[in-house]
């Protein structure tokens, strides 16, 4: 056993590491975005919402009006993550609108500094996703300019699909990093979330939960937010 670092202090990392349940408005009622954002507000720690071009993902989602209409309804943490071929583009206005963090595929910016000194002048947050596909170490180099970092577990463009299993290792090897680094990132899981998963993926790490479909297709959505904040505190 390493004396330094044995694995009861391990353990009591992992227990203190704050859950943050992060509802995907993607799965929501868009027609009554306010009522759907004021039945789990209360709950949870941020809202995540899934901007999405109809090129770098095969899907349209919402942008800059929807997400002021957000804002204006809510105080919560607007975490925005970004499937659009030029994530740079538009940060200004996303600030603008309200939003607090933002989130980009390293597939779609392969060598992201800029964009994310861009974020960072834009008084944004910032944090780099994966793909299922894309190892981790396509991020490592930019970890320690991140806020947050996202591993997908599910192929970005729609909700309700099934959670990948696979890139639980992954989320592993990404807590590790931040962990020796003495980084303080949060490691975000997105993609096919919900009760039946989440011990697996805060015990891998994942400290921020995504869940569209698990909350808002759940006929009590306070109620799937307890059970998944349940599952990743306690690891099962
Ligand atoms: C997929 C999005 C996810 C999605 C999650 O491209 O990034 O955030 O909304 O939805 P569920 O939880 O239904 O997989
Ligand atoms: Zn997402």
Same mark, same amino acid.
């Given at each position: 056993?390493?004396?330094? %670092?044995?694995?009861?202090?391990?353990?009591?990392?992992?227990?203190?590491?704050?859950? /943050?349940?992060a509802?995907?408005?993607?799965a929501?009622?868009?027609?009554?975005?306010?009522?759907?954002?004021?039945?789990?507000?209360?709950?949870v720690?941020?809202l *995540?919402?899934?901007?999405?071009?109809? *090129? &770098?993902?095969? $899907?349209?989602? &919402?942008?800059?009006?929807?997400?002021?209409?957000?804002?204006?309804?809510?105080?919560?943490?607007?975490?925005? *993550?970004?499937?659009?071929? %030029?994530?740079? =583009?538009?940060?200004?206005?996303?600030? /603008?609108?309200g939003?607090?963090?933002?989130?980009?595929?390293? @597939?779609?910016?392969p060598?992201?500094? @800029?964009?994310?000194?861009?974020?960072?002048?834009?008084g944004?947050?910032?944090?780099?996703?994966?793909n !299922?596909?894309?190892?981790?170490?396509?991020?490592? !180099?930019?970890?320690? $300019?991140?806020?947050?970092?996202?591993?997908?577990?599910?192929?970005?463009? &729609?909700?309700?699909?099934?959670? /990948?299993?696979?890139v639980?290792?992954k989320?592993?090897?990404?807590? @590790?990093?931040?962990? %020796?680094?003495?980084?303080?990132?949060?490691?975000?899981?997105?993609?096919?979330?919900?009760?039946?998963n989440?011990?697996? =993926?805060?015990?891998?790490g994942? %400290?921020?939960?995504?869940?569209?479909?698990?909350?808002?297709?759940?006929?009590?959505?306070?109620?799937?937010? /307890?059970?998944?904040?349940?599952?990743?505190?306690?690891?099962?």
């Amino acid at each position: 056993m390493d004396p330094a %670092n044995p694995p009861g202090l391990q353990y009591t990392q992992a227990m203190a590491r704050s859950i /943050k349940i992060a509802p995907s408005l993607l799965a929501a009622d868009f027609a009554r975005l306010d009522r759907e954002i004021a039945r789990v507000e209360k709950y949870v720690e941020w809202l *995540h919402l899934d901007v999405m071009d109809g *090129h &770098f993902v095969p $899907n349209i989602s &919402f942008g800059i009006p929807v997400i002021e209409s957000v804002r204006a309804v809510t105080d919560l943490y607007l975490d925005c *993550h970004i499937m659009t071929t %030029n994530p740079g =583009a538009y940060l200004p206005e996303l600030a /603008k609108a309200g939003v607090d963090g933002v989130t980009v595929h390293i @597939e779609a910016v392969p060598d992201p500094s @800029e964009t994310a000194d861009r974020a960072r002048r834009s008084g944004l947050d910032f944090g780099l996703v994966v793909n !299922p596909g894309t190892p981790f170490d396509a991020i490592a !180099p930019f970890v320690e $300019n991140c806020d947050v970092v996202v591993i997908m577990s599910v192929e970005p463009g &729609f909700g309700g699909q099934d959670f /990948k299993g696979e890139v639980l290792p992954k989320v592993e090897k990404a807590r @590790e990093w931040v962990e %020796n680094r003495g980084l303080a990132a949060d490691i975000q899981i997105d993609g096919g979330i919900g009760p039946e998963n989440a011990g697996a =993926a805060g015990s891998a790490g994942a %400290n921020v939960l995504v869940a569209g479909s698990a909350v808002f297709g759940a006929e009590d959505p306070v109620l799937a937010v /307890k059970e998944i904040r349940r599952a990743a505190e306690r690891n099962e």
